[in-house]
């Protein structure tokens, strides 16, 4: 059964020519949780996403949010419905402003007079981004471009937040910060769909995860009983024993 504001993705197929992104996989997002999306290089996790949120074309299979069918719907109609995007690579306008770069994440919204509290928001959950306001964004730091991708997106005002790798390429008191922030996001009523190879940290703050392997869905269940059950640890998330958190 599926409830208002779940997002489905059933049996998801997309192809890159001839080319397999992603066979077969299937992922619920129930509303106000959080959600991971885990496996290697190559295992379709961006292109998951990338699909939910309308940027890559689906060949088959259904992606359901508040009970609409919205595969095969342009990017700007899925944002429009609350679902965002923070992508892999972060897609920054690099020449333009962090300022400018949040104001572009408001292009889908109807009500413009939302756009000063919305900004508000977004630099109280990342103050650094306040305080580099008229800083060209290519010349951010890593973690601050980081930051200013899931700013952008919170700046459509979704209900639901897609990100890809938050904690790509970032120093780990950055990423710690990062998913601390993710998690007051949360609290504050978002729900998140989080794809990570960082299995750990992932697993640390879903309810739920699914697995991926070159294109399919292999596995999915609770996150802490995915974190402790050791044939699973091993075979599917590449963790040996010695990466257990104390
Ligand atoms: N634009 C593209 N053209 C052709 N193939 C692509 C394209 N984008 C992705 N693929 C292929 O689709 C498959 C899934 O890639 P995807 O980027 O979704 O994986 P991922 O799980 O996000 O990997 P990573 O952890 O490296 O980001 C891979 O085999 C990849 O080579
Ligand atoms: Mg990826």
């Known amino acids: 059964m599926s409830a208002a504001s779940d997002l489905v ?4 197929e997309v192809r890159y020519g001839d080319l397999v992104g992603v066979a077969d996989v299937s992922v619920r997002v129930p509303a106000g949780k959080i959600v991971a999306l885990l496996g290697s290089n190559g295992a379709g996790k961006t292109t998951t996403l990338n699909a939910i949120a309308g940027l890559v074309p689906v ?3 259904r992606i359901v949010w508040d009970g609409e069918q919205i595969a095969g719907l342009p990017a700007f109609a899925i944002v429009r419905k609350g679902i965002a995007l923070s ?3 972060w897609h920054l306008f690099t020449q333009q402003t962090v300022e400018q770069n949040l104001m572009l994440g408001t292009t889908p919204l109807t009500d413009k007079k939302r756009i000063p509290d919305l ?3 977004v630099f109280t959950y990342f103050p650094r981004l306040k ?3 008229r800083q060209r964004s290519g010349t951010l730091s890593g973690g601050e471009r980081q930051m ?3 700013g952008r997106a919170m700046m459509s005002e979704p209900r639901i937040l897609l990100l890809d790798e938050p904690s790509l390429g970032l120093a780990p008191a950055i990423v710690e910060s990062m998913y601390d922030t993710l998690q007051q996001l949360h609290a504050a009523g978002l729900t998140l769909l989080i794809a990570e190879q960082s299995v750990q940290l992932a697993l640390d703050v879903a309810d739920y995860a699914y697995v991926l392997q070159t294109g399919n869905t292999v596995l999915e269940g609770a996150a802490d009983q995915l974190a402790d059950d050791p044939q699973v640890r091993k ?3 590449g963790l040996s024993d010695s990466a257990v958190a104390p």
């Not at 993705?9 to 998801?12: A, F, K, M, T």
Request: aromatic share 4%; glycine share 10%.
């Open 9 to 12: 993705v059933e049996h998801l």
């Open 59 to 61: 060949a088959s299979g």
């Open 87 to 89: 992508p892999e690579g």
């Open 119 to 121: 900004l508000e928001r």
């Open 131 to 133: 305080e580099r306001r």
């Open 148 to 150: 200013l991708a899931v």
């Open 235 to 237: 075979i599917y998330l």
